[in-house]
C-alpha cells in the first residue's frame, strides 16, 4: 500500500465496457505523421474495434463535466478480433510511420492520414489500406524492427500458436521456420544489437535465436511459402532457464551501454545481457499484471514501471525501488509517450477498456484554510443540547425497530388456501399412486414498485413444497403464486405448520422482511381407517370435563368409522403410514391414544388437546370450568429412548458407510496409479489382475453411493420420526408436571432444536449441550451443593446412557416443582427430609436401574398429579377427576375387558375384545 496516487490526466472509456483488452491492444507514436511530432494512443480490441486517441487538456462542458470528444481521433471497425497493433515504417515506398494491426489471420498496414475539412468542424482522420498479408497459422504475437540490420525500414515477424515465426519483409513474405520443442507460444522479442529473436518456451526456458540463422535454415531446391512442414533444425544461440512462466519480454537498446533483456515472471523480475548473462533477479512480493522499461536522462539510466494486480505501479531502477503508487484500476497494458501538454506521461489501459493517462508526483495545493473564530463555549447550552440528543437517541433505540417497519411496509402478504386437499393420481415409475396435496394461494400487494423480491416457503422436511422459492424481478400492484405442499411418502410429520416469507428492500434501503404462518388441514397427512385393537404404544389422557363424540371433534372427516356413538376412530397416514387410533372412554373422562410408531401419536394428541379446548370454549356459556388435560401415568421414557437410540444406529451405519466409501475411493486411486506406472514402464509387463481388481472396486463403490443416498433418505425419516417424539415427550411433561407456558416453551426449545443431518452435530449432541445448560443454570441454586456435571459429547456419541441421565434429571426436578426461571430457589426431598439437591439419590437409582422402570416413576405413583401455583379452578378440576378416576376403576374405563401385562404400563388396560361390526360397536362403546 501506497500513500501516493498517480496523478490524472486525461481518462476515457473504450467502448461500453463489454469489450476485452489484453497487452498487445495498445501502442503510442506519432501515427498520422504530424509536423508536431506529438504521439497519438491506438487502441484495439478482441471486439475488432481500432480507436485512435489526441489526448489533450480536458475542457468542461456545459454541464460542468469533463469532455473527451474530442480527443477521439478515428474509430473503425474491423470483421475479426484485434491481437496487437503496432506502428512502424513498414511500406516501402514512403518513410513515414504506418499502423500495423495484427488478426488471428491477417496482417493489415493501414496509412492514417488527417483530411482538412472545409467548415469549422475541423479535420477528419481516414483509415486507408496499404497492404495486407494472410496467414496460413493462427496468431499469437507481432514484433516489429530492423531485421538484418538495415536501415530506414521495419519487417515483421509473426508468432503463432504452433510456434512457427513467419517473417515479412514489408510487402513480400520472407520465409517461415519451426521453433525447436515449440509445444506453447510464449512473449517474443527483438534484440537489434545482436540481431536476434528471444522468447519464452512451454519449458520455462529463454531463448535466442540469431536472424541470420534462422534465414539460412532451409532446405536446397525448396520454394520459401508460409505452409512449409519440413525444413533443417534452427540450433538457438543461448538458453537460460527461468523456471518459471514469463508474462511479458522487454528490451532496452541504448547507444551507451549495452542492451538489457527483461523478463516478467510470475513472482521474480529477471535481467539478463544480450549473451544470455544473467546481471541481477528481484523477487516479487506481489503479482504483477504488466510492465515496461525505458532510458531516461543524459546519463541513460534505465527504469521499469511494473504494475501489480492489488493496484500499485511501482517504478525501479535496476533492483531498487524509486517509488509505489495507487492506481484506480489494474492495467494489462503500459506506455510511455510525449503527449501534448504532457511530457513523459504515462498511458495505462485496463482489460475492460479504461484509458488513461496520468504521472507521478502530486499537485501543490492552492487552498488556504480560511482562520478558526474562536468562540467562548457555552457549556450549559452544550449540556443541554447534549442531553436533548441523547433523548432522541433513547427513543430511536425504543421504537426504532417499529419506526422502521412503518415506514418501509411497501408490501403485504396475504395466504389463502381451501378447507380440503385434492387427491389425485400420479403415473411416477408406471405405478399409478393417490397423492393428496393443498394449494397456498400466496397474494403480494406493494405500495410502491419493488424490485428483486424473493419468496421463500419453508416447511419440515417431511413435506414437499414446490415451487420452495419464488422471484419476482419487479412487483409494480399486485402479484399472485400458487405453492403446492404435499406429504413425503413415508415420512412422519411433527407440525402442519409452516411459513411463507418474502424478502425485499425497504425505502430506506435496509432489507425487510414479511412473514406469514400457515397451517395445514389434518386431512394433509391423514385418512380415515378402521381402529386397531392393539397397538405397541398406548397413552392415556385425562381432562376435567366429559368426553367428547370424535366425530363432532372431527368434522372435516366425513368418512370417520366409528364405533358405538363415536367412541373409537382410526387415523393412518397416507402412502401406507403407521395408523393412530382414538378411543373415548364410556364414564370417565378419558381418551386413550395408541399406535405401532410412538413419534405418529404427537400430531394427533396435540390437535386433539386444541379441538377439546375450542370445543369447549364455544360451549363455555353453558360451564364456566376451565378444561384442564391430565397425563397420570409413568412417562413413556423407554419408548422415547427407543427412537432415539434407533436413530443413533442410523447415524453410526452412515459414517460407517462414508468411512467405507472413503477407503474405497482410496483403493481406487492406489490401483491407478500402480497400473499407470505399469503402462508406463517401457519394459512390457502384465498387468496381473489389476483390471478385475479395477473394476471390482468400481463397482463396491457404486454400490456403497447407492446405499449412502438410498440411506440418507432413511436418516431424513428417523430424524423426522425422532423430532415428533421429542414433542410428544414434551406435550406429556407438560400435561404431568403442570409445567407453564414459558418453562414449556423452554424445555421444548431444549429437547427439539431445528436441526439437519447435514449439520456436524446431530441432535443427540445438540440435547444433550442443551439439557446440561438447563440442569447447571436454570436449576441452579446459591448455597447448595451443585448440580451433578455430565461429560458432553465432542463428536458422534457411542449410546445414549449421558442423555437420558440428563433428560430424566430435568423431569425430575420439573415433577418436584422447581421452576426454571427460579434458579435461585430451593426444594425439599421428600423422601429424605433433606434440604437439597437430590443428587446422590439419582446416581443410586442410575445404578440399580436398567430403564425398564423409568426414572421418575416413583414419584410418579405417589402421586398422580404434580401441582406447583395451580390456581383454585384447576386444584378443584383436577381433584373432580381423580376422585372420577378412584370411584370407576381401570378394567372398564373404556367398556373393554383387559388382561393383566407386565412392565411399567401395567395399569394401562389392554384392549382385547374389539369387534369391529355393527353389532359389535354398539354393545361395547
Known amino acids: 500500500m501506497s500513500l501516493f496516487k498517480t496523478r490524472g490526466w486525461w481518462s476515457t472509456q473504450c467502448g461500453n465496457g463489454d469489450e476485452e483488452f489484453d497487452q498487445g491492444c495498445l501502442c503510442v507514436g506519432n501515427v498520422d505523421n504530424a509536423e508536431d511530432g506529438f504521439a497519438k494512443i491506438v487502441v484495439g480490441s478482441y471486439s475488432g474495434v481500432l480507436r485512435i486517441f489526441a489526448p489533450q487538456e480536458p475542457a468542461m462542458d456545459d454541464n460542468g463535466g469533463q469532455s473527451d470528444a474530442d480527443s477521439l481521433l478515428l474509430e473503425a471497425q474491423f470483421s475479426a478480433p484485434i491481437l496487437q497493433v503496432e506502428i512502424g515504417r513498414f511500406v516501402s515506398s514512403s518513410g513515414n510511420l504506418h499502423l500495423i494491426v495484427l488478426h488471428p489471420r491477417r496482417l493489415s498496414v493501414y496509412n492514417v492520414s488527417a483530411i482538412s475539412g472545409n467548415v469549422e468542424l475541423g479535420n477528419h482522420y481516414h483509415l486507408g489500406l496499404m497492404f495486407e498479408h494472410k496467414l496460413q497459422r493462427s496468431a499469437f504475437r507481432l514484433v516489429t524492427g530492423p531485421f538484418g540490420k538495415v536501415e530506414g525500414r521495419d519487417f515483421m515477424c509473426v508468432l503463432s500458436v504452433d510456434g512457427t515465426v513467419s517473417i515479412f519483409e514489408q510487402e513480400s513474405f520472407a520465409f517461415s521456420r519451426f521453433l525447436p520443442g515449440a509445444l506453447l507460444p510464449g512473449p517474443l522479442a527483438y534484440v537489434g544489437h545482436t540481431d536476434s529473436f528471444v522468447t519464452v518456451s512451454s519449458s520455462f526456458l529463454l531463448e535466442s535465436y540469431k536472424y541470420q540463422v534462422l534465414a539460412v535454415a532451409s532446405e536446397v531446391d525448396k520454394n520459401e511459402g508460409q505452409n512449409v512442414k519440413t525444413g533443417k533444425k534452427v540450433l538457438m544461440d543461448w538458453s537460460y532457464n527461468l523456471g518459471e512462466a514469463a508474462l511479458d519480454l522487454a528490451v532496452t537498446n541504448c547507444r551507451c551501454n549495452p542492451p538489457l533483456i527483461y523478463v516478467l515472471g510470475e513472482r521474480h523480475l529477471f535481467c539478463l545481457k544480450d549473451n544470455g548473462a544473467l546481471k541481477f533477479v528481484k523477487k516479487l512480493e506481489y503479482s504483477p499484471s504488466c510492465f515496461y522499461g525505458y532510458i531516461h536522462g543524459v546519463e541513460s539510466t534505465v527504469f521499469l514501471l511494473v504494475a501489480n494486480h492489488s493496484g500499485l505501479l511501482m517504478v525501479y531502477q535496476g533492483v531498487c525501488l524509486k517509488w509505489a503508487s495507487q492506481v484506480d484500476f489494474v492495467p494489462v497494458a503500459i506506455q510511455r509517450a510525449n503527449l501534448r501538454g504532457l511530457q513523459g506521461g504515462m498511458v495505462l489501459l485496463s482489460d475492460d477498456g479504461r484509458l488513461s493517462c496520468s504521472y507521478l508526483g502530486t499537485n501543490p495545493s492552492v487552498f488556504t484554510p480560511p482562520a478558526i473564530e474562536s468562540r467562548e463555549i457555552n457549556y450549559k447550552e452544550t449540556d443541554k443540547e447534549l442531553a436533548e440528543l441523547y433523548k432522541v437517541i433513547q427513543a430511536s433505540q425504543k421504537s426504532g425497530t417499529s419506526a422502521m417497519k412503518q415506514s418501509d411496509a411497501l408490501l403485504s ?58 422471484h419476482f424481478p ?54 380415515c381407517c378402521l381402529p386397531q385393537k392393539d397397538a405397541d404404544f398406548k397413552i392415556t389422557i385425562g381432562c376435567t370435563k366429559p368426553t367428547v363424540k370424535l366425530d363432532e371433534l372431527f368434522p372435516e372427516f366425513a368418512d370417520l368409522t366409528v364405533k358405538g356413538s363415536g367412541q373409537a376412530a382410526g387415523f393412518q397416514f397416507h402412502y401406507g403410514g403407521p395408523i393412530v387410533t382414538i378411543l373415548v372412554a364410556k364414564t370417565s373422562h378419558r381418551y386413550r391414544l395408541q399406535s405401532d410408531c410412538f413419534g405418529a401419536i404427537n400430531l394427533l394428541a396435540d390437535d386433539l388437546r386444541s379441538r377439546l379446548q375450542l370445543y369447549y370454549s364455544k360451549n363455555s356459556q353453558l360451564d364456566d370450568e376451565e378444561l384442564v388435560c391430565i397425563y397420570s401415568n409413568p412417562l413413556p421414557f423407554p419408548e422415547f429412548f427407543s427412537v432415539v437410540n434407533s436413530h443413533l444406529k442410523e447415524r453410526h451405519r452412515s459414517l460407517a458407510l462414508e468411512k467405507r466409501l472413503a477407503q474405497l475411493t482410496a483403493q481406487f486411486r492406489a490401483i491407478q496409479k500402480r497400473l499407470l506406472t505399469k503402462f508406463k514402464d517401457k519394459t512390457t509387463c502384465p498387468i496381473a489382475n489389476f483390471n478385475i481388481l479395477l473394476e471390482s472396486t468400481y463397482r463396491q463403490i457404486t454400490e456403497t453411493s447407492q446405499s449412502i443416498e438410498s440411506h440418507t433418505k432413511q436418516l431424513d425419516r428417523s430424524l423426522c420420526e425422532l423430532n415428533s417424539s421429542a414433542l410428544f415427550l414434551c406435550l406429556l411433561i407438560k400435561l404431568y408436571a403442570n409445567v407453564k407456558p414459558d418453562e414449556y416453551d423452554l424445555l421444548k426449545a431444549a429437547l427439539c432444536p431445528p436441526l439437519q443431518e447435514e449439520t456436524e452435530q446431530g441432535w443427540e449432541e445438540v440435547v444433550t449441550n442443551n439439557v446440561s445448560h438447563l440442569l447447571e443454570v436454570a436449576f441452579s441454586r446459591q448455597g447448595q451443593e451443585a448440580t451433578p456435571r455430565f461429560e458432553q ?126 353389532q359389535s360397536l354398539q354393545g361395547e362403546f
Not at 425497504?506 to 422482511?513: E, K, T
Not at 398422580?864 to 372420577?884: H, P, Q, T, W, Y
Open 793 to 918: 459429547p465432542n463428536g458422534l456419541p457411542e449410546n445414549t446412557e449421558t442423555l437420558k441421565k440428563c433428560i430424566t434429571t430435568v423431569v425430575e426436578r420439573l415433577s418436584k416443582g422447581i421452576l426454571l426461571e427460579e434458579a435461585d430457589e430451593t426444594f425439599d426431598d421428600e423422601e429424605s427430609g433433606n434440604v437439597g439437591t437430590s443428587t446422590n439419590k439419582f446416581e443410586g437409582k442410575v445404578q440399580n436401574s436398567d430403564f425398564g422402570v423409568p426414572l421418575g416413576s416413583a414419584f410418579g405413583k405417589k402421586k398422580a398429579v404434580r401441582f406447583s401455583d395451580s390456581s383454585k379452578e384447576n386444584e378443584a378440576g383436577r381433584k373432580k377427576l381423580l376422585k372420577i378416576e378412584s370411584s370407576e376403576g381401570d378394567d372398564r374405563v373404556f367398556g373393554m375387558e383387559s388382561t393383566k401385562s407386565e412392565g411399567p404400563n401395567d395399569h394401562i388396560p389392554e384392549i382385547d375384545t374389539i369387534a369391529y361390526d355393527t
Open 413 to 470: 402478504a396475504a395466504v389463502t388456501m381451501p378447507k380440503e386437499p385434492v387427491n389425485y393420481v400420479n403415473n411416477d415409475n408406471g405405478e399409478q399412486q393417490t397423492t393428496t396435496s393443498i394449494a397456498l394461494n400466496v397474494q403480494l400487494r406493494v405500495v410502491l414498485p419493488l424490485e428483486k423480491v424473493q419468496m421463500t416457503c419453508h416447511f419440515e422436511k417431511s413435506f414437499r413444497v414446490s415451487p420452495a422459492v419464488v
Open 474 to 527: 419487479t412487483i409494480s400492484d399486485t402479484v399472485q403464486t400458487r405453492v403446492i405442499v404435499q406429504l413425503e411418502e413415508g415420512y412422519v410429520p411433527s407440525s402442519l405448520c409452516g411459513s411463507i416469507a418474502v424478502l425485499y428492500t425497504g425505502a430506506s434501503g435496509s432489507p425487510c422482511l414479511v412473514r406469514s404462518t400457515v397451517c395445514c388441514p389434518l386431512s394433509l397427512v391423514l385418512k
